[in-house]
């Protein structure tokens, strides 16, 4: 099993930064990718980013692509969402993901059901 644990969620106006944290336990040794997803109010939950954790490869949604930054501290089991220039519509519950499947391709990172393991979720709300 892998536990998953965000913060660094808050309020933060329009044109500020923030940056997720998820600290990772347990079975670390199985995780192939992690993931960032959001939902927001009344919409599904939707692919934030995601990053290989051996290779550091990453993937983002195209909405995201030039504003926010995934990283990872594999000695730390960590992984962090920078969050850059901030709208009011990235305000929602930002959720940690994990894939333990070594053969989940490059195609399918989007995919919610791709990932097993999830943390609680962090609360963003950008004022404007």
């Known amino acids: 099993q892998v536990q998953l644990v965000e913060s660094g969620g808050g309020l933060v106006q329009a044109g500020g930064s923030l940056r997720l944290s998820c600290a990772a336990s347990g079975r670390t040794f199985s995780i192939y990718r992690m993931a960032w997803f959001r939902q927001a109010p009344g919409k599904e939950r939707m692919f934030v980013a995601a990053i290989t954790v051996s290779s550091g490869a990453t993937y983002y949604a195209d909405s995201m692509k030039g504003r926010f930054t995934i990283s990872r501290d594999n000695a730390k089991n960590m992984v962090y969402l920078q969050m850059n220039r901030l709208k009011p519509e990235d305000t929602a519950v930002y959720y940690c993901?994990?894939?333990?499947?070594?053969?989940?391709?490059?195609?399918?990172?989007?995919?919610?059901?791709?990932?097993?393991?999830w943390g609680q979720g962090t609360q963003v709300t950008v004022s404007s």
């Open positions: 993901a994990a894939d333990s499947e070594a053969t989940t391709g490059q195609d399918m990172v989007e995919l919610m059901h791709v990932y097993d393991y």
